[in-house]
């Protein structure tokens, strides 16, 4: 199991180190202005579906169900779900690319006559994406249920490879509509990279077959689901559009600082999976037990990253972007950005807590109340304090996701989260007092990472998150 877990973690970051160089590359080509920002506004759809279906909104829907039926069933199940869900992409493609002039006016209402005619454009080519998107989506499941995560996981490199390539050969050559038909290449690589693997295994695509009630069975079961991941789009597009709305170039640093705050998620990510499976198998004091442990592994990753993240904000600007670091907004956003990741692992662990007692309903609700404050935060705090109101929004939904979901679970006075939800705080804000402010950028970068380190030695001290539960 942990073999596979840091396979898959290795092919995931691989994945978002390649979508983050896709930014890093479009600033360094266009620059953070109106072209920028057009493209990022155009991509927002289609790259809101592959992260959705990243995140396993069909494959957590389909596994069970595909994991039921026999092996031959399983094919024809295969078979008759393919051809649907590529004629439920192409309708969802045709609805995108005639809607793309509407679609890119509601993403980004800041944007210039000349912004919407770009991002309109690069939409037309972007919808034509939603098909791969979906086939690679369905086409995971069967590897996952014979536990070859690493070629599902691979999706995200294969999409942004070609982009990244263009990007890095053209750079400042590149067009809006020439990078669009190369992410429009990487979708379709998702897919064909994994009809080998399946072929061998005796599936054969053009054998379509009949499977009456295959698809209103998967319908059912993606229901739930698909409310949570639209609360979490739905905010990501409030950002965009007020993002869009503070200038030019706003859209391109919130999405900038998006990608990589992303990065240290990635071990986050695959601790979920296994704390999952291991909560899902224990019950009483033993999952209560593995959950304290879960947490103060979380607590343990990410407060010392996010310290050296705040405390290096500036340097790793300077490093990645020198043309645009000059009083630039990106350090204080990837700082303020960073400050949600402690209380969004925490929530990660505290619903997997729910879903391995059965309960799928009781995060949903709590996701949806702190999405509601961060969306009605969104409507203010950006207009007083700038960018980094969309950060502190973001902050404020989660501690309150956060303490929902144990009063919910009545796990308030059984885990110790003022202690380490104090801690974190104070750590957090000696790093934006002591470090952020330094200008000279190896010396930051330094005693940041020094700073991190530490923490690293001294909390794993502290917290020994490896204890046994009797211990």
Known sequence: M???TLWLTLATLTGLAAGFAREWLLVAAWGAGGRSDAFLVSLFLPEALRMALAAGLLSAAALPLYQQRS???????????????????????????????LWVRLIGPGLDDQGYALAAGSLQWLAWS???????????????????????G?????FNLPPVLYLALLGQQATPTSLACACLLGSVLMPAALLPGLMSDGWKPWRLSREPGAGRELLQRIGPLLSSNLASQGLALLERMVASLLGEGAVTWVNLARKLINLPLIALMSLNQVLLGLMSGAEGDQRRSLLRKGLSSAT?????????????????????????????PLPGLLAWFAVPLMFGAWNALLARFAYAAGDTRLPLRCELAGSLLNAVLLAVLPFFFG?????????CGAILTGLLLMRRQDLLNQLPWRQQWLLGAAIMLLAATVLHPLSNIWLQLGLSCAYGATLLVAMALWLKPWRGAGD
Not at 154 to 158: A, K, V
Request: aromatic content about 4%.
């Open 130 to 152: 939603a098909p791969g998107f979906l086939l690679h989506g369905l086409l995971c499941v069967p590897l996952q249920a014979r536990s070859r995560f690493v070629l599902a």
């Open 300 to 328: 343990l990753l990410t407060v010392p990253a996010v310290a050296g993240l705040i405390g290096a904000a500036g340097a790793l600007v300077a490093l990645l972007l020198p043309n645009q670091a000059a009083d630039g």
């Open 154 to 158: 691979l999706g995200s490199l294969l």
């Open 71 to 101: 092996a031959l069933q399983q094919q024809q199940w295969l078979g008759a779900l393919a051809p649907r869900l590529l004629l439920c992409g192409l309708g969802l493609s045709l609805l995108l690319s005639l809607g793309a002039p």
């Open 2 to 4: 942990f073999g596979s």
């Open 387 to 395: 960018l980094i109101g969309i950060a502190m929004a973001a902050v």
